[in-house]
């Protein structure tokens, strides 16, 4: 027979099913969770900001790539994750107009900038809602009760605890996500189910949010029992405010997270550390954003100092 | 008795699991592909010097006759494996390395042999002289990386560790499995000799817990050995270590890794801690050798893939082209579309089917379209699969970014040499970046820095 037309490639011949896609995805399916939370807990508001998130994320994606003359890759569902994430850290009574300028810090600027996927270093949701949060402040904390809606209130629990010293904590409500807060942070439940599920796909790596809540805990548990009429005790300070979906979603994301155990480990109980000093002793309720925002700087100095140990030494 | 299941198994760090694809081939039994009437046998079927030709265009040869030599020590002779006339010497494609010289034997078809010095007890023999008829039978290791045997026992320095290679951690081969279930006394004598030779304390035979007949097989023949011997004999226990099946089980650190918990230090070989790995094939090659009289001429080679219409394990002389050998095993149900010398992860894509087989040919599987993938190259987003897979602690994402962007001088402390090019990042990585070729680019940088 004639043998034309044979394949010819270097070795392995074989591969993993994982792929770029795939991991995305399986970061949509676990915040599936939380976007029904969120619509419950902020019913039309909340939907409204996902859904013009989304699309604004994916267009702006497509827009730049095609701008800067890269391939156009929203097939990799990276923006879509970004836009969910993106809407999950915005308070329920956001402007339209102000979320779509958002998104397209997070695209642009965090991420398109830096050479697009796999080259940004912060995590481009957390970046966008750092910018808010400094170009818009007012829009940026005032919060809506959930359910009802009333607007403007003032106070998510982290506040109150922080500003009121009000230690009356409804752990129920805490934990199912009826409390004032950002879209997705609410709901501890929804965020935990998403975070399993992440962890038995083996989509994202355990250290990290080990490290991150551990260190959490552990701070908080010690400043409560030296002051507990001032500080919260461990249990709140893992439901209150953005600590989970930091934790599981935005600490963990690969592209901005070290690549080594060791660094991860380091990264995750620095990012814990660093909230815990903002929450307890800065001028802010909570410091997820920028604690992570912080240990995203140091990633590629981890990744150098935590190297494996070289086999047979 | 072994209980697979509760008992604890040796591993090493990182790895994958893959899916098997065994059961084409694993139980059938291994049949002799009749010799083809054309043998094209490339000279050099090791690694080390080249062998020059000792016959000449028109010689009649004999079977097992020597006909290709270096006077080199890290080399191994070619036998004839056939009995014919010698048509020409020239330069032909070969499987693993580069076009090599081979030589052209129109086959006869009587199997006319040189005459073979059959030995009743060749452990009596002195060490120095087991270790020539080796190097004399042409004996390399089997597994693959076909490193002149004889070399490896032959090494200044104690060794008190034999450890015997039935791993096999390679997706679709099944020739070593088959062997240690169809010659495993064979196998065994073949053990006892390398342990003579090397005067060992300890003989570990490492499998996969995925060949449980193998273990049966070999852990029954071992237990009757020792009722029969006394161990002042000089038969000592071999001890069946059961692995994980998990890739790359059978490479040599990793057996070390796995049932002597050390690892070989950077730079080093395992004959520099005391242990010498073999493979079960190079073992049996051995025992033809000592008690056989017979030169390594042939060897159990896997065929399969979903394009075969008979998959199976055969006996197939060198020289034999594919072609040939595929013709006795039913021919083609489908087109392949890629043909592969040695397993899935580590083996060599070949251009044609006028291809010999070698010393060095595990297997060969022929994958129709349908069983490949194609996929395009994406960015990595650091997930880190490739860290958590190397099996020698590398990471293999940056060192594809220092190769990507030229900066060679970062190099230095990614230790791009200690890659034994398994290959596990490239098959873990969710962007599909050739990582390991990234790796063996670094390494070939390192080399000429040196």
Sequence with gaps: MKEENLYISPGPHIFSKESTPGLMKDVIIALVPAIFASIYFFKVKAFILLLVSIVSCVVFEAAIQFLMKRKIAISDCSAIVTGILFAMVMPPSLPIWVCILGCFVAIGLAKQLFGGLGFNIFNPALLARAFLAAAFPTFMTRWNHPLSLDAVTGATPLGLVKFSHNLDINYRDLFIGNVSGSLGETSALALVIGGLYLLIKKAIDWRIPLGYIGTVFIISFLTNLISPDIYAGGLFHILAGGLLIGAIFMATDPVTSPVTKTGRWVFGIGCGAVTMVIRLWSGLPEGVMYAILLMNALMPLLNRMTRPRRYGT | ?450
């Excluded at chain 2, 996969?208 to 007949?213: A, G, I, Q, T």
């Excluded at chain 2, 005391?274 to 030169?295: D, L, M, R, S, W």
């Design chain 2, 1 to 450: 008795m072994y209980n697979i299941d509760t008992m604890s198994k040796g591993t090493f760090n990182g790895g994958v699991f893959l899916s098997e694809r065994k059961e084409y081939t694993v139980d059938k039994k291994t049949k002799a592909i009749p010799a083809p009437r054309e043998i094209i046998l490339p000279l050099s079927q090791h690694i080390g010097s080249p062998n020059e030709p000792l016959v000449k265009p028109g010689d009649n040869v004999k079977l097992g006759q020597r006909i290709g030599e270096s006077k080199s020590p890290v080399s191994a002779p070619v036998h004839s494996p056939v009995s014919g006339r010698v048509k020409s010497i020239q330069d032909f494609s070969n499987p693993i390395y580069r076009k090599t010289p081979a030589v052209v034997i129109e086959n006869d078809g009587n199997d006319e042999s040189v005459e073979l010095v059959k030995r009743e007890n060749p452990e009596e023999l002195s060490k120095q002289e087991l270790i020539r008829i080796i190097r004399d039978a042409g004996v390399v290791g089997l597994g693959g990386a076909t490193f002149p045997t004889h070399i490896k026992l032959n090494v200044p320095g104690k060794i008190d560790t034999l450890i015997i290679n039935g791993a096999e951690c390679e997706p679709y081969l099944t020739c070593d499995h088959r062997l240690m279930i169809e010659k495993t006394n064979e196998i065994l004598n073949g053990i006892y000799l390398l342990a003579r030779i090397l005067e060992v304390s300890n003989i570990f035979l490492a499998i996969e817990d995925n060949k449980l007949s193998a273990i049966f097989a070999m852990e029954k023949a071992i237990r009757e050995r020792i009722k029969k011997f006394s161990r002042s004999k000089g038969h000592m226990p071999v001890q069946i270590v059961v692995l994980k099946a998990k890739y790359p089980q059978g490479g040599e650190n990793q057996l070390i890794k796995a049932i002597l918990k050390k690892e070989v230090l950077p730079g080093k070989f395992p004959t520099d801690m005391g242990i010498v790995v073999q493979n079960v094939g190079t073992c049996f090659a051995i025992y033809q050798a000592a008690y056989e009289g017979k030169p390594l001429i042939e060897r159990c080679v896997t065929f399969t893939g979903g394009c075969l219409k008979e998959p199976g394990n055969f006996i197939v002389r060198f020289g034999t082209l594919l072609k040939d050998a595929i013709e006795f095993c039913g021919g083609f149900r489908e087109r392949p579309a890629k043909i592969i010398i040695g397993g899935p992860m580590m083996g060599i894509a070949q251009y044609s089917l006028d291809i010999p087989t070698v010393k060095g040919v595990t297997g060969v599987i022929f994958l129709s379209k349908r069983e490949l993938k194609f996929f395009e190259e994406s960015t990595c987003i650091r997930c880190a699969r490739c860290v958590d897979v190397c099996p020698v602690n590398l990471v293999p994402t940056e060192i594809m970014r220092m190769v990507k962007y030229s900066r060679w001088h970062y190099l230095d402390k990614l230790h791009p040499g200690d890659c034994i090019e398994c290959g596990a990042c490239a098959y873990a990585c969710a962007s599909k970046v050739p990582l390991v070729q990234y790796i063996k680019l670094a390494k070939l940088k390192e080399a000429k820095k040196k």
